[in-house]
């Protein structure tokens, strides 16, 4: 278990380097799986779901290595094609490997994968579009086992623009015979980031970035080297804090364009937001109006990651906020716990609306998943006096160094680790 303490109530100043981003590097590890040699990955987040990717690649076959912040990914030789069971129920974006092994080794079994638990999170669209491509799926009890022939392409249509789907479709189509399309293809950066990749790994892409992504598959793919991108949701998860605490916050390398939702946000509430070059530089007077309606939406609309961040922020704006989560159907958790606060926030349904309070009590909180957890931290920074957030490990499998990118902006957080009973 792990103790955030925090001494809320301070303005923030300082500067935050911001890591690579996780959802990014996680489809790019899978990747690595459909080439022979080595893939190389700069700026990669070294937090626990890249920890658990690098354990289920190395099960798999591969030699992995780090050399600082750069991930080597040898897959030479692959062994397996089952991913461990213990590690698929940890991480939900395990699922994307079904595609990465039915593209290398014609089959993959996978125990229905885990993650955080902010809803139901099926994975029908993920097997229905490996299914039209050539694989055969058969699920024994906690077990999916996928099979092909060989993977050929296919016209796909998503009923829902699923980050993982597309992925999984990609990672299956970059080998497979013909021409895969995708339509209403999701549309996120990180899809984005792992066309990048795969076309320098030899594959052939065109449509990224847009809801319809054609693919031609090739034969071959070779090993290649690429610096991933900052990630998004952390860094607005600090612009967020900044926006909420007030202060000033300066991150030197910002993926300005891909938080365009957040420039809009600080317009409404009249703080400042200077964009230079790859560069952002924040200011907050810490006081600022309610947001009548925000929805959560596939990219670029406002992502359901940065949406309990968001709640925190609202917490102490003037008048009434209405957010409605649009994506996942329970990720309120971090908002019923900011009652503890003294906050006012009601939630039905989808919906959750706050009547802004001028003042915050600092409490004992409890993390229930990553980002929820992650917005913990900003209320317990806005709040006034002492506050703990009790983590089982959750905002470490998103964020490698919030407490130091936070005390680095003048934050008072520590950290405190405590062995599980059993083991003390
Ligand atoms: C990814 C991100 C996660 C983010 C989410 C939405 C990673 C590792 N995780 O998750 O941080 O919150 O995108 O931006 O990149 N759905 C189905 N059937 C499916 C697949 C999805 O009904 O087969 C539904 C889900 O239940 C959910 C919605 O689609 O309601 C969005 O899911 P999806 O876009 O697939 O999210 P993930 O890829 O799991």
Redesign the pocket.
């Known amino acids: 278990m792990v103790h955030y303490e925090i001494e809320g109530g301070h303005r923030l100043e300082g500067e935050c380097r911001i890591q690579g981003s ?3 590097v ?2 790019m590890m899978a990747a690595a799986l459909l080439q022979r040699g080595t893939v190389i990955l700069h700026n990669c987040p070294r937090i626990l ?1 890249v920890f658990c990717m690098i354990r289920i690649l190395e099960h798999l076959g591969c030699r992995v290595d780090w050399d600082g912040h750069t991930l080597l990914i040898d897959a030479y030789e692959l062994r397996g094609c089952a991913v461990p069971r213990e590690e698929a129920k940890k ?3 395990s ?2 490997l079904l595609g990465a092994l039915l593209g290398r080794r014609r089959r993959a079994v996978l125990c229905c994968p885990g ?2 638990v ?11 579009a490996l299914s039209s491509m050539g694989a055969e799926i058969c699920q024994e009890e906690e077990d999916i086992c996928v099979e092909t022939g060989g993977l050929h392409g296919a016209r796909i249509c998503l ?9 999984n479709i990609l990672l299956g189509a970059v080998l497979a015979d013909g021409e895969t399309v995708i339509r209403n293809a ?1 549309r ?1 950066p ?1 899809i984005m980031e792992l066309c990048r990749l795969l076309r320098q790994m030899g594959a052939k892409i065109a449509g990224d970035g847009t809801a319809r992504i054609c693919v031609q598959g090739v034969r071959k793919l070779h090993g290649t080297e690429i610096t991933v991108m900052p990630d998004r ?1 952390v860094a607005g998860t600090y612009l967020l804090a900044a926006a909420g605490c007030g202060g000033s916050l300066y991150l030197p390398e910002a993926p300005v364009r891909q938080l365009a939702c957040l420039r809009r946000l600080y317009a409404c509430w009249g703080m400042t937001w200077r964009e230079k070059g790859g560069s952002l530089y924040v200011q907050s007077a810490g006081d600022y109006p309610a947001v009548r309606y925000v929805e ?1 939406r ?2 670029p609309g406002f ?3 940065l949406q309990s961040p968001l709640a925190a922020v609202l917490l102490k704006a003037k008048g009434e906020s209405c957010i409605r989560e649009t ?3 329970s990720r309120f958790r971090a908002a019923e716990e900011f009652r503890k606060l003294g906050a006012d926030v009601q939630i039905a349904g989808q919906l959750c609306r706050i009547r802004g309070r001028e003042k915050l009590r600092g409490a004992v909180l409890d993390a229930y998943e ?2 929820g957890g992650a917005a913990l931290i900003v209320a317990g920074l806005m709040a006034e006096g002492a506050s703990v957030v009790r983590d089982e490990g959750f905002l470490e499998r ?1 964020y490698e160094h919030i407490v130091e990118d936070l005390r680095g902006a003048g934050a008072a957080l520590t950290c405190r680790r405590s062995l599980p009973t059993a083991a003390k």
């Open positions: 996780k959802n990014a996680l489809p779901d991480m939900r974006s699922v994307i993650g955080c902010i809803g139901e999170r099926p994975i029908d669209l993920h097997l229905a009923r829902f623009p699923s980050v993982g789907a597309t992925e999701a996120e990180e949701i959560t596939p990219y992502p359901t990651d994506i996942f159907e990553l980002r998103g």
